[in-house]
């Protein structure tokens, strides 16, 4: 017997045959539902809008802020240590316009927009010059020059120089700016010594500082000197040690000098001392390097010329640094009164003529057996002898 289902199919009803052109007809697909009418609100979508926007606002921002900070913080395209100078009166934008030019940072915008949330408080970027070292990050490069640790240079001002020769080394300076006045401060007035400065200090600068220092050395060690010297204002002070430091320049030795100098002032003896001679025939300029002091030298008479004028000359005759103007306010307690080279770069001391012309003898025998190109009318390293000398008076 035929099953139900055979006829009927799934047994939901009868299965109703179809043509083939209605077999190939599509079925109607029902209707999607219809939008509420809040979904279809204007309000809505402009909201929905801006919604997006804001996110996509927010990632792009993001993406900037990392990018702007990765950039900061990152090394740079700086390939080598190389100066920096920053301007007196630039700003963060000229600053940054000037890095990028020089290859030092990659992007200027990123220096100028970033760096002053770094300079809060009343931090700046300071004038200067500085060094920028090899793949400096523009973080790093704005801490240097926040820092003000720009680079220092120095000039060297020996002891012994007269203030015209130091002069000459402050126009020298090729870092140094500026011109020098016309007047030059009064010799003995600057302070020997190494004056360390950055680009774009003025020479004149320099000059009052070697100024202000050697005042307040003077000062400091004229307060402290022997009551009993023979000199009596700081002018005179500062002339005896001018003298003295042209005469040595070992340390162990100057106070031993100043003490033959200090004996004949007080012996009312003349000073008889070589450098006073050079400084009366050329000045501030100095002795040309070739030029040796002849003995005819000694008959040329000027205001410094120690072998015709008794006591001190009218002014130094150099800068005197420290360790001679200490020698000449405490000098060693002696009874010399001469002294001559003794052939190892110091001299020897006497009390008496006599001794001091058999020490003269043996530096003359030295440099003979060195066989010395030195004229033979040259002076002596020290006191003069013979007939050139002047004996001890007998009642002192």
Known sequence: MPSDRGAYGTGKGPIIPKSPNEALKPERVPDPPKRSKKARSQLVIFLNFVMTMAVAACLVGAGGFYYVMTTYSDPGPLETNTHFIV???????????????????????????????????????????????????????????????????????????????????????????????????????????????????????????????????????????????????????????????????????????????????????????DPTILYGLFGGAGRPADRPIYRSDIDKETPYNTYHIKGLPPTPIANPGRAALEAVANPWRTRDLYFVADGTGGHVFAQTLDDHNANVRRWRQIRAERASSTPADELVDGQPDGADAERAPRNN
């Open 87 to 273: 301007r007196d009166g630039a700003g963060v934008s000229a600053i940054a316009d000037s890095l990028e030019r020089n290859g030092i940072i990659s992007d200027a915008r990123v220096f100028r927009y970033v760096t002053p949330t770094y300079l809060e408080g009343g931090k700046t970027l300071k004038a200067g010059e500085y060094e920028i070292k090899a793949g400096a990050s523009m973080k790093e490069i704005m801490e240097v020059l926040e820092s003000g640790k720009s680079i220092l240079y120095s000039v060297s001002m020996p002891e012994g120089l007269t203030v015209q020769q130091m002069m000459k080394r402050l126009m020298e300076d090729q870092i140094l700016e500026g011109e020098l006045p016309q007047e030059q401060p009064p010799e003995g007035s600057l302070r020997p010594d190494t004056y360390k400065f950055s680009r774009g200090t003025k020479r004149t600068e320099i000059m009052a500082q070697m100024r202000a220092a050697q005042e307040r050395l003077i000062d400091q060690i004229w307060e402290k000197r022997d009551t009993d010297l023979p000199v009596k204002t700081k002018q005179e002070f500062v002339t005896l040690a001018s003298i003295v430091e042209k005469e040595t320049g070992k340390d162990d030795e100057r106070a031993h000098v100043a003490s033959v100098f200090i004996n004949r002032l007080n012996r009312g003896m003349r000073l008889q001392s």
